[in-house]
């Protein structure tokens, strides 16, 4: 879950490393935000966005994540979400997205 702007949006992590991740989420997010990005009810990071093109949002952590704490936890969609929401992008709509986002 991605806690930010005072509502809790469902997000799927593409990638994630100690310093950051790369999240999927239909919320409007905002470059210069800082959500708090929650793994567990036990871990939750706080970030700031970094870039946001389409569905795909970069996070910067404030402080290093320890990865290691992911080792014996069992990946999952959040409730209520369905599979082909998360469908990734054909190349012809990532060369859309990406065209708007370059001419900036």
Request: hydrophobic share 45%.
């Amino acid at each position: 879950m991605l806690h930010h702007n005072f509502e809790s949006s469902a997000v799927r992590i593409r990638n994630i490393s100690s310093t950051g991740a790369m999240i999927q989420t239909d919320a409007d997010v905002r470059v210069g935000s800082e959500p708090l990005l929650e793994l567990s009810a036990a871990v939750a990071i706080s970030a700031t966005v970094q870039w946001a093109v389409g569905d795909q949002v970069g996070l910067s952590f404030h402080a290093p994540f320890d990865v290691d704490l992911l080792t014996h936890s069992m990946p999952s969609v959040s409730e209520g979400v369905k599979e082909d929401r998360w469908e990734r992008l054909s190349l012809r709509e990532l060369r859309v997205e990406l065209e708007g986002f370059l001419k900036r």
